[in-house]
């Protein structure tokens, strides 16, 4: 479906055009008419799937098409500074031949940031893209926010901002709000948690659900079993080469640490390489972003503050130098590549003591991922431990520490 049959506004269709996007994607195809209905809407969506478009063209429609000025009408709440800032870049292409403005709402900057959000809020800025966290200091330390005239609340990666720790804060945001209100919930997954979530702010909500917790159809994935001493020169390996087709490689490991040691084991080798955690400034993150964005950097090592809501464009190689804990943060890790109809390919090392995250992977997108040779020259591979073996040490373990099961009949 076109987007010129969604019934968008010509300036809209007109800065569509302009971004390049010709045709809607299932999620835009059936969220747009849900919110033009006025609706609210719970909508599970992976991350690459168009839903930032989903939820802000037809609130940019409906904004559009009213005449009073000078009041913030749409709030949208993310759980971090990156997916802010990218959300408002966005929506500023998107409203490109609008009289709407957006303002990116975030914590880390300095006094002339503070002061800067305090004049968006004061003036009644038509879109606040926020962060829960430096909102909520906003409004619990005395600046001008009138959000009386708020008519749509939309809240992207639920999920994540549940399992940060954010709902309170969110709450206490809502309480603000008019309670006659359009309301948008997005999440990646769509546990009972947010079920519940969902009944607590959303009002007979429509109800969409596209590709959940499925990796990218363009994803090549593979898995290599390794010693934990054999990870880093097998990831020399797969960057080595004047013919190495991975021009933009991103890598995820478990620890802020692990991301300064691979880092200066690449950098040995003379790889373009940046690392980015949360040990960096606000600013430092987005610099090195940037640097990455621009392709001149041209491997970039991460925990996971990168693995959902960052737009990086032609990532061709995802390494997962570490198997993530939760298995959808894999399905996110995998999301970097393959976007946007292109193909990627996703790397995964997985030592012994990793192989029941593995199989909790495996089961959630319902396959096997293949399993690649180790380099002979690395040495021999592991053999991964059976299924059942991690759960007789657990038992062990357990009785060294004085637990034992009960006997048949005992109390």
């Given at each position: 479906m076109t987007f010129h049959e969604l019934g968008l506004h010509e300036q809209i269709l007109e800065a569509i055009s302009y971004m390049g996007f010709k045709e809607?994607?299932?999620?835009?195809?059936?969220?747009?008419?849900?919110?033009?209905?006025?609706?609210?809407?719970?909508?599970?969506?992976?991350?690459?799937?168009?839903?930032?478009?989903?939820?802000?063209?037809?609130?940019?429609q409906a904004l559009a098409e009213q005449t009073y000025q000078n009041k913030t009408r749409a709030l949208v709440i993310v759980p971090t500074r990156e997916l802010a800032q990218q959300i408002d870049q966005q929506i500023q292409g998107f409203s490109y031949f609008l009289d709407v403005h957006s303002f990116a709402l975030y914590g880390g900057g300095d006094g002339d940031d503070w002061e800067q959000q305090k004049k968006a809020l004061?003036?009644?800025?038509?879109?606040?893209?926020?962060?829960?966290?430096k909102l909520i200091s906003h409004l619990t330390t005395g600046s001008y926010t009138d959000f009386s005239q708020?008519?749509?609340l939309v809240l992207d990666e639920a999920d994540r901002m549940l399992d940060i720790g954010f709902h309170d804060d969110i709450m206490k945001i809502?309480?603000?709000?008019?309670?006659?209100?359009?309301?948008?919930?997005?999440?990646?997954?769509?546990?009972?948690?947010?079920?519940?979530?969902?009944?607590?702010?959303?009002?007979?909500?429509?109800?969409?659900?596209?590709?959940?917790?499925?990796?990218?159809?363009?994803?090549?994935?593979?898995?290599?079993?390794?010693?934990?001493?054999?990870?880093?020169?097998?990831?020399?390996?797969?960057?080595?080469?004047?013919?190495?087709?991975?021009?933009?490689?991103?890598?995820?490991?478990?620890?802020?640490?692990?991301?300064?040691?691979?880092?200066?084991?690449?950098?040995?080798?003379?790889y373009r390489v940046e690392g980015i955690s949360s040990k960096l400034e606000q600013s430092e993150r987005e610099d090195v972003l940037n640097r990455f964005r621009a392709r001149q950097t041209r491997v970039l090592v991460a925990t996971d503050v990168l693995s959902r809501g960052i737009d990086i464009k032609d990532?061709?190689?995802?390494?997962?130098?570490?198997?993530?804990?939760?298995?959808?943060?894999?399905?996110?890790?995998?999301g970097r590549t393959a976007r946007?109809?292109?193909?990627?390919?996703?790397?995964?090392?997985?030592?012994?003591?990793?192989a029941y995250k593995l199989r909790r992977i495996e089961r959630l997108i319902e396959r096997q991922i293949p399993r690649l040779p180790l380099p002979e020259e690395l040495g021999k591979a592991p053999q991964l431990k059976p299924k059942n073996q991690k759960r007789k040490g657990h038992q062990r373990n357990k009785r060294r520490r004085g637990f034992r099961p009960k006997k048949r009949g005992e109390k």
């Amino acid at each position: 479906m076109t987007f010129h049959e969604l019934g968008l506004h010509e300036q809209i269709l007109e800065a569509i055009s302009y971004m390049g996007f010709k045709e809607a994607t299932p999620v835009q195809e059936k969220a747009i008419p849900i919110i033009l209905q006025k609706r609210d809407l719970i909508a599970c969506a992976q991350t690459g799937t168009g839903k930032t478009a989903a939820f802000m063209l037809p609130v940019l429609q409906a904004l559009a098409e009213q005449t009073y000025q000078n009041k913030t009408r749409a709030l949208v709440i993310v759980p971090t500074r990156e997916l802010a800032q990218q959300i408002d870049q966005q929506i500023q292409g998107f409203s490109y031949f609008l009289d709407v403005h957006s303002f990116a709402l975030y914590g880390g900057g300095d006094g002339d940031d503070w002061e800067q959000q305090k004049k968006a809020l004061s003036g009644g800025t038509d879109i606040i893209v926020a962060t829960p966290g430096k909102l909520i200091s906003h409004l619990t330390t005395g600046s001008y926010t009138d959000f009386s005239q708020v008519q749509y609340l939309v809240l992207d990666e639920a999920d994540r901002m549940l399992d940060i720790g954010f709902h309170d804060d969110i709450m206490k945001i809502i309480s603000y709000l008019p309670k006659n209100r359009q309301s948008l919930m997005f999440s990646a997954t769509m546990p009972p948690k947010i079920r519940k979530f969902a009944k607590e702010i959303l009002k007979k909500p429509a109800e969409i659900t596209f590709a959940l917790s499925k990796p990218a159809e363009g994803v090549e994935q593979g898995v290599y079993i390794a010693y934990s001493s054999q990870k880093i020169p097998l990831l020399r390996q797969l960057l080595a080469g004047k013919d190495n087709p991975y021009q933009t490689v991103l890598i995820f490991t478990s620890t802020k640490r692990m991301v300064g040691e691979i880092v200066r084991a690449l950098k040995g080798q003379g790889y373009r390489v940046e690392g980015i955690s949360s040990k960096l400034e606000q600013s430092e993150r987005e610099d090195v972003l940037n640097r990455f964005r621009a392709r001149q950097t041209r491997v970039l090592v991460a925990t996971d503050v990168l693995s959902r809501g960052i737009d990086i464009k032609d990532i061709h190689l995802v390494v997962n130098f570490d198997v993530p804990h939760d298995a959808e943060d894999y399905v996110h890790r995998v999301g970097r590549t393959a976007r946007a109809e292109t193909t990627g390919k996703a790397l995964t090392f997985v030592t012994p003591e990793e192989a029941y995250k593995l199989r909790r992977i495996e089961r959630l997108i319902e396959r096997q991922i293949p399993r690649l040779p180790l380099p002979e020259e690395l040495g021999k591979a592991p053999q991964l431990k059976p299924k059942n073996q991690k759960r007789k040490g657990h038992q062990r373990n357990k009785r060294r520490r004085g637990f034992r099961p009960k006997k048949r009949g005992e109390k």
